[in-house]
């Protein structure tokens, strides 16, 4: 995501067909970190635990490009992929290729199979997994969007308002969690990043606490 904006998958997409007396269930969905990605595969796991392969593959941004400035190793993009039990190289790395072939970052997806009796053999696995991607892709939408990161502010209560009304102001969105102190876990646009801190810290007089979040 260097540039201004990056390609994704628009929302949720859906697809599916089946080849030969097996069922293909291709899934697709947005993913800012990889701990977003690998909880969309649980949960495609526990929604087919009798399927024969759930395969997984996504192209995340491992942290937004901003957020070395708070924490090493910030902004690098992490492909994974995998074949989920089916011959090596048929079915995980054919749908990641979509992702790259597409040119599209920060998605999920996961194809789900159910086998019919009938061995499709490697060729056809290929095309079968290419094509479910490629449709629940499709189903998604591919949207322009630019870069987000994720920042955590912690404050006192006293500072708590203060905090609030700013992020208010400035519509980001945002979610607070009340305890001993106030914790905002904000999504920003990376290129907003640097104005918000600046004007939290002034407002704060440098009381806030602000990291990147996961």
């Not at 996961?110 to 056809?124: K, P």
């Not at 999504?187 to 990043?193: C, G, K, L």
């Amino acid at each position: 995501m260097g540039g201004s904006t990056y390609r994704t998958v628009a929302g949720q997409g859906e697809a599916a067909f089946e080849v030969r007396g097996s069922e293909f269930i291709g899934y697709a969905a947005p993913a800012e970190s990889i701990d977003t990605a690998e909880a969309f595969v649980e949960r495609i796991n526990e929604r087919h635990p009798d399927a024969t392969h759930n395969v997984p593959a996504y192209r995340v941004r491992a942290s937004s490009a901003g957020a070395d400035r708070f924490s090493s190793g910030g902004g690098f993009l992490r492909e994974y992929s995998s074949d989920d039990g089916e011959p090596s190289g048929s079915a995980g790395k054919p749908s990641l290729n979509v992702l790259q072939q597409r040119d599209v970052e920060n998605a999920i997806v996961v194809v789900t199979r159910y086998y019919g009796g009938t061995n499709l053999g490697v060729g056809g696995l290929v095309r079968s997994y290419s094509r479910a991607v490629k449709e629940a892709v499709d189903d998604a939408g591919i949207v322009e969007e630019r870069p987000h990161e994720r920042l955590r502010i912690r404050v006192t209560y006293d500072d708590s308002g203060t905090v609030r009304g700013i992020l208010e102001s400035e519509a980001v969105e945002f979610e607070a969690e009340y305890g001993e102190d106030v914790s905002f876990t904000v999504r920003i646009p990376v290129e907003e990043t640097d104005a918000l801190c600046d004007r939290l810290r002034s407002a704060t007089s440098g009381r806030a606490e602000i990291d990147a979040a996961g």
